[in-house]
T-cell receptor, first 109, second 113 residues
Framework: GQNIDQPTEMTATEGAIVQINCTYQ??????LFWYQQHAGEAPTFLSY??LDGLEEKGRFSSFLSRSKGYSYLLLKELQMKDSASYLC??????????WGAGTKLIIKP | NAGVTQTPKFQVLKTGQSMTLQCAQD?????MSWYRQDPGMGLRLIHY???????DQGEVPNGYNVSRSTTEDFPLRLLSAAPSQTSVYFC????????????FGSGTQLSVL
């Protein structure tokens, strides 16, 4: 079966750095995506990785290792508004998105 | 631009009732889809469409119907509501060639009693 694993919840301090991990086992791989979802709102697209390595976009970076079936989302200089759930999704061989259950990130002052 | 407009925001149904969730996008996206989101689970794809007149089933299609008569609209019909369909529903669209960069509607909280 297809499976995407993320920690259920993480806590971090304002101004710090946090790394949210995602491991996947899917039938084929055609890209990995990170979305942000604030409570009660719709998910919004954050990043896309298809090749190994680090993609940086401002305070957010996303890393991919296809051989290890592993990705992480790195958030720097955390702000209170970063409190949200972060969803990892993988596009499989049928070009469908398989979603993880999400990681709820709590930022404390 | 309005983006993806989804209505209603909240709905309560009795078991056996039918209803339609509306979804419209004004970005000329070819790809549109419906997801449900349940606590502790990832988003699950119900139905999707890659263009007007074309629809296909996702992971959890049973109990739902869709149609795509225009590029803009992609309604989701619940045929006979069941308590297991209590969920938050999201409509999402994506541009051709980059449809995984989805734009989501604001969601519908549906409760079936």
């Amino acid at each position: 079966g297809q499976n995407i694993d993320q920690p259920t919840e993480m806590t971090a301090t304002e101004g710090a750095i946090v790394q949210i991990n995602c491991t996947y086992q899917t039938s084929g791989f055609n890209g990995l995506f990170w979305y942000q979802q604030h409570a009660g709102e719709a998910p919004t697209f954050l990043s896309y990785n298809v090749l190994d390595g680090l993609e940086e976009k401002g305070r957010f970076s996303s890393f991919l290792s296809r051989s290890k079936g592993y990705s992480y989302l790195l958030l720097k200089e955390l702000q209170m508004k970063d409190s949200a759930s972060y969803l990892c999704a993988v596009r499989d061989s049928n070009y469908q998105l398989i979603w993880g259950a999400g990681t709820k990130l709590i930022i404390k002052p | 631009n309005a983006g993806v407009t989804q209505t209603p925001k909240f709905q309560v149904l009795k078991t056996g009732q039918s209803m339609t969730l509306q979804c419209a996008q004004d970005m000329n996206h070819e790809y549109m889809s419906w997801y449900r989101q349940d606590p502790g689970m990832g988003l699950r794809l119900i139905h999707y469409s890659v263009g007007a007149g074309i629809t296909d089933q996702g992971e959890v299609p049973n109990g739902y119907n869709v149609s795509r008569s225009t590029t803009e609209d992609f309604p989701l019909r619940l045929l006979s509501a069941a308590p297991s369909q209590t969920s938050v529903y999201f409509c999402a669209s994506g541009p051709s060639g980059e449809w995984e960069k989805l734009f989501f509607g604001s969601g519908t909280q549906l409760s079936v009693l």
